[in-house]
């Protein structure tokens, strides 16, 4: 089995590429089967390489994704070239081609960005955390001026996602009229919809064209890595760059 993966459906430029991998296809075991890409999780380091290997070959990436370790934070830096240890931030960008900017999740939301020229690129990593700080925002900034798109790639759903009253209340202190994104389900906990509460915070900053926002990684065990329903797994990446 090949590994498999979810094209970024937007509208973007030609020489845009965008894609969300599944984890299918690899050579991880256990609670990582298969297509794991995540090398801080616990998964051995030698099927992590060979799925990393497997990952530029089968979408003929120009180069190594620019990983980074996320924090759930808001640091947003430029992607570069440079071999080393990866940087602590939650989102990178680039007007290079042969770039590839990536962001690992497994039930957090990934973002993709491109401007409708096609010579900027970023992706971020937006869990509840990074979402309520403002990493969305943070990224657009970094961008500069700009005719945006947005495309959500696979998180948790919003019938799987519970949340207590501090999430809740962090996203009403930031975005003021949200309740919509939440459903209570009894008196100290909500059902929170990760991809409206991203779709609210991008409108804040200009970003309408927003694309995606159809999966859910806890309800798809067979597809998505989700720690909220397992606790011990792997990790998806979702890329983007310029050809």
């Not at 370790?69 to 940087?87: D, F, M, S, W």
């Amino acid at each position: 089995m090949s590994p498999a993966w979810i094209e970024a459906d937007w509208p973007a430029p030609p020489g845009v590429r965008a894609v969300s991998t599944l984890r299918t296809g690899g050579a991880s075991q256990g609670v990582y089967a298969s297509f794991n890409l995540g090398s801080h999780v616990g998964d051995a380091p030698e099927n992590v390489a060979v799925n990393r290997r497997l990952l530029r070959q089968s979408l003929g990436l120009p180069a190594e994704p620019f990983w980074l370790n996320q924090v759930h934070g808001k640091a947003v830096i430029p992607a570069q070239r440079e071999a080393g240890l990866p940087p602590d931030a939650d989102a990178s960008f680039s007007d290079e081609a042969g770039v590839v900017c990536a962001v690992m999740t497994a039930d957090c939301l990934p973002l993709l960005f491109c401007d409708r020229a096609g010579t900027r690129v970023a992706a971020a990593h937006a869990g509840w955390r990074g979402l309520a700080l403002g990493v969305l925002e943070a990224t657009v900034e970094a961008l500069g001026d700009g005719d945006w798109l947005a495309w959500l790639g696979p998180a948790i759903g919003p019938q799987a996602f519970e949340v207590g009253p501090p999430v809740r209340q962090a996203f009403l202190e930031k975005l003021g009229d949200c309740e919509n994104a939440f459903r209570q389900t009894d008196e100290n906990h909500w059902l929170a919809d990760l991809y409206a509460l991203a779709r609210l915070s991008l409108a804040r900053v200009g970003v309408n064209e927003v694309y995606g926002g159809e999966h859910c990684t806890h309800g798809d065990a067979g597809r998505f890595f989700s720690y909220r329903r397992d606790g011990q797994t792997g990790r998806m990446a979702t890329l983007v760059w310029r050809e």
